[in-house]
């Protein structure tokens, strides 16, 4: 598998309900971010959490890195109909500490939240 | 806030033709990125470009692709003899720094169909 795999491919939940997004990665990495992208449009950074944090927290987003496991997960709490859309992690390339900022995405996670 | 925009929204485009998508970073930003996304697929990143030279290129970013930054403002992605496989998804990208701990703030895209 590649660099950047989320499970599952496809989430569908009801309103109010939590969503948990995973994320696996092949090399070492500097930061992971995760980005969303609704239908048709480009995509919003959401987070990022470097190699040396274990858990970030942004409004109803937490992320857990385990660079031991090479994984990530995203939960969205309290979830809504306006969170409906592909979730993707990123990672950069730990190149000997150089990075010109080159992202690779993941296959993404389809969430469905049901009003 | 301020936004990366892309044109055309999209573009058909005859096998063979050039084909130039134009994009405006965000001002202040000093990176730029592109990226392809064809349908179904992931997000794949296509080069990176700094200081007017590239700094990171993927081996998608072959001789029929070119990069500029004609006027300070405009970043343009050309492609010189399009193939039927470069139909896909386009996205811009900036950031203010290209260390890897930036967001990427990307537009909405350029939809590019080679008939």
């Known amino acids: 598998s590649q660099q950047g795999e989320e499970d599952p491919q496809a989430l569908s939940i009801q309103e109010g309900e939590n969503a948990t997004m995973n994320c696996s990665y092949k090399?070492?990495?500097?930061?992971l971010q995760w980005y969303r992208q609704n239908s048709g449009r480009g995509l919003v950074h959401l987070i990022l959490?470097?190699?040396?944090?274990r858990e970030k927290h942004s409004g109803r987003l937490r992320v857990t890195l385990d660079t031991s496991k090479k994984s990530s997960s995203l939960l969205i709490t309290a979830s809504r109909a306006a969170d409906t859309a592909s979730y993707f992690c990123?990672?950069?390339?730990?190149?000997?500490?150089?990075?010109?900022?080159?992202?690779?995405f993941g296959q993404g996670t389809i969430l469905t939240v049901h009003p | 806030e301020p936004e990366v925009t892309q044109t055309p929204s999209h573009q058909v485009t005859q096998m063979g033709q050039e084909v130039i998508l134009r994009c405006v970073p965000i001002s202040n930003h000093l990176y730029f990125y592109w990226y392809r996304q064809i349908l179904g697929q992931k997000v794949e990143f296509l080069v990176s470009f700094y200081n007017n030279e590239i700094s990171e290129k993927s081996e998608i970013f072959d001789d029929q692709f070119s990069v500029e930054r004609p006027d300070g403002s405009n970043f343009t992605l050309k492609i010189r003899s399009t193939k039927l496989e470069d139909s896909a998804m386009y996205f811009c990208?900036?950031?203010?720094?290209?260390?890897?701990?930036?967001?990427?703030?990307f537009g909405d895209g350029t939809r590019l169909s080679i008939l």
């Open positions: 959490i470097r190699s040396n944090e």
């Open positions: 990123a990672t950069d390339a730990n190149a000997g500490g150089t990075s010109y900022g080159k992202l690779t």
């Open positions: 090399t070492s990495i500097n930061n």
């Open positions: 990208a900036s950031s203010r720094r290209g260390r890897s701990n930036q967001p990427q703030h």
